[in-house]
Nanobody, 124 residues
Framework: VQLQASGGGSVQAGASLRLSCTASELTLRNLNMAWFRQAPGAEREFVAAIRRNVYNTFYADSVKGRFAASRDNAKNTVYLQMDSLKPEDTADYYC??????????????????WGQGTQVTVSS
């Protein structure tokens, strides 16, 4: 079972992108969903998460106020709206789904299902 992430691209600093994550064999509303990113030569890092049922959202400090995670249950899709993009946002972005406890919402270990990654490049 795999998630499908899409929506990446190459943009100028200050632009916006919206990433999407969907799955054909999973009902995403039943999962905590998260976005992680990995820049070249760097470790994968947490970006944002949205909990199942209550839909609380969580963000890395570096993206707070610029990025927004959301769900569309009818479309079985999770989104990451990215505004005011900066060159340091350049990375491969991965969506992930799991049933981890709240305290682990920012940990990649809490997610069982992963997408293939979509590349975001922000130039100055």
């Amino acid at each position: 079972v795999q998630l499908q992430a899409s929506g990446g691209g190459s943009v100028q600093a200050g632009a916006s992108l919206r990433l999407s994550c969907t799955a054909s064999e999973l009902t995403l509303r039943n999962l905590n969903m998260a976005w992680f990113r990995q820049a070249p030569g760097a470790e994968r890092e947490f970006v944002a998460a949205i909990r199942r049922n209550v839909y609380n959202t969580f963000y890395a400090d570096s993206v707070k106020g610029r990025f927004a995670a959301s769900r569309d249950n009818a479309k079985n899709t999770v989104y990451l709206q990215m505004d005011s993009l900066k060159p340091e946002d350049t990375a491969d972005y991965y969506c992930a789904g799991g049933l981890g406890i709240l305290s682990s919402i920012r940990s990649s270990d809490a997610y069982r299902y992963w997408g293939q990654g979509t590349q975001v490049t922000v130039s100055s």
